[in-house]
């Protein structure tokens, strides 16, 4: 049987697809940010001087990177229930997306953190910073340098993750894609329409994390 592609259903079924890369974008960018500010928190949480919440929150963040990200999303949305938590598909969705990637970016916070020169560090306590000032105007804007690149890496990684919050009911861009397929019976141009979608987004914004590491760098200095 030979595939043909039909341009009238193509042109068809792209408004639907392209409202759909909206929800897409809303759910990568709200999980993205709660993993932004998490992922933070884990990084700080593990350097304490309490050793018990340092091994918890690595303990926390081993089991995270450990298990699949669908599990967790259905963890969420299916086991949340009966500890008395019942959230909707979206927020239980962004909720498991955001956990998710907060776990790999506490690390790359961290790795970030590590590589600051220790004589930075001797500096802030000759000065008597206090240790909030000490992270967050000496200390984390000089990490972000090195962090960049594997946050950029994340962000684009979680935008290619988004299909699977379609597994409770999400309409995101490929549970639509599937919904068109299946209605129609073609499922040639819906799914090359979401691969193509995806690759418009992805290298831009790669692009652009280049482009701010660049400036990142000139703006804070070697």
């Known amino acids: 049987m030979m595939l043909t592609w039909r341009w009238d259903f193509t042109w068809e079924v792209l408004p639907?697809?392209?409202?759909?890369?909206?929800?897409?974008?809303?759910?990568?960018?709200?999980?993205?940010?709660?993993?932004l500010v998490l992922g933070l928190l884990l990084a700080l949480a593990q350097r304490t001087k309490w050793k018990l919440l340092t091994l918890a929150v690595r303990e926390f963040v081993e089991f995270v990177r450990s298990t699949p990200l669908v599990l967790q999303i259905f963890f969420v949305f299916y086991v949340g229930p009966q500890f008395g938590i019942t959230l909707p598909p979206w927020t239980s969705g962004i909720i498991a997306i955001g956990l998710h990637y907060a776990a790999y970016l506490s690390e790359v916070y961290r790795a970030g953190i590590e590589a600051v020169p220790?004589?930075?560090?001797?500096?802030?306590?000759?000065?008597?910073?206090?240790?909030?000032?000490?992270?967050?105007r000496a200390i984390i804007p000089q990490a972000m340098v090195p962090a960049v690149p594997g946050m950029g890496?994340?962000?684009?990684?979680?935008?290619?993750?988004?299909?699977?919050?379609?597994?409770?009911g999400v309409t995101e861009l490929m549970h639509t894609?599937?919904?068109?397929?299946?209605?129609?019976?073609?499922?040639?141009?819906?799914?090359?329409?979401?691969?193509?979608?995806?690759?418009?987004?992805?290298?831009?914004?790669?692009?652009?994390?280049k482009l701010f590491e660049r400036r990142l760098r000139s703006a804070i200095g070697p």
Request: hydrophobic share 50%; with cysteine.
């Open 16 to 35: 639907r697809l392209l409202w759909a890369t909206l929800n897409t974008l809303f759910a990568a960018g709200v999980g993205y940010a709660i993993a």
């Open 118 to 136: 220790r004589g930075q560090w001797e500096a802030c306590r000759a000065l008597n910073l206090s240790t909030r000032d000490t992270y967050f």
């Open 153 to 168: 890496n994340y962000l684009v990684g979680i935008l290619k993750d988004t299909p699977m919050l379609s597994v409770i």
């Open 177 to 209: 894609a599937n919904a068109i397929g299946s209605e129609n019976y073609r499922f040639l141009e819906p799914f090359t329409l979401v691969g193509l979608i995806f690759l418009f987004i992805s290298l831009p914004t790669a692009g652009l994390v």
